[in-house]
């Protein structure tokens, strides 16, 4: 028998969140990376903290068509890491958002020890319905005389 060599490192380990939450007006919502999404006030700010000391990690908030929403972040590590996102302006009412915590270079996460970690996603939606479409422009025709 031939010797396979060293075992393969393990994959990618989940990301240990410890806390998830949509904050507005000084309440906070948990958000959940099951099953729908967390329904959420268009004017909230959102907090994420992971129980590892990560290299390299972003927050960042992904419209429904997965465009960046324009946001301020913070990032504080230390034993954990603590992530604060708060839109540029209030969210579309009605609508769909995802709040993803990913590698800054990468798309796996990084603790200071080098070990990887897969991204976790939360499913959003804000309270309300959405504005209605703006009416199309009307087509000018010919005059008759």
């Given at each position: 028998?031939?010797?396979?060599?060293?075992?393969?490192?393990?994959?990618?380990?989940?990301?240990?969140?410890?806390?998830?939450?949509?904050?507005?007006?000084?309440?906070?919502?948990?958000?959940?990376?099951?099953?729908?999404?967390?329904?959420?006030?268009?004017?909230?700010?959102?907090?994420v903290?992971?129980?590892?000391?990560?290299?390299?990690?972003?927050?960042?908030?992904?419209?429904?068509?997965?465009?960046?929403?324009?946001?301020?972040?913070?990032?504080?590590?230390?034993?954990?890491?603590?992530?604060?996102?708060?839109?540029?302006?209030?969210?579309r009412?009605?609508?769909?958002?995802?709040?993803r915590?990913?590698?800054?270079?990468?798309?796996?996460?990084?603790?200071?020890?080098?070990?990887?970690?897969?991204?976790?996603?939360?499913?959003?939606?804000?309270?309300?319905?959405?504005?209605?479409?703006?009416?199309?422009?009307?087509?000018?025709?010919?005059?008759?005389?």
């Amino acid at each position: 028998m031939e010797d396979a060599g060293p075992p393969a490192p393990p994959g990618p380990a989940a990301l240990p969140v410890s806390l998830a939450e949509a904050v507005a007006a000084d309440a906070g919502v948990p958000m959940s990376r099951d099953g729908g999404p967390t329904l959420v006030d268009p004017a909230s700010s959102f907090r994420v903290e992971v129980a590892a000391r990560l290299a390299d990690a972003r927050l960042s908030l992904l419209d429904a068509q997965d465009a960046v929403v324009p946001a301020d972040g913070t990032a504080e590590v230390a034993g954990s890491s603590r992530f604060a996102l708060a839109p540029a302006a209030r969210l579309r009412p009605g609508s769909a958002y995802t709040l993803r915590l990913d590698g800054a270079l990468g798309r796996e996460v990084h603790d200071a020890q080098g070990r990887a970690f897969l991204p976790a996603s939360f499913a959003l939606r804000t309270a309300g319905d959405p504005p209605a479409p703006a009416p199309a422009p009307r087509k000018r025709g010919k005059r008759r005389r």
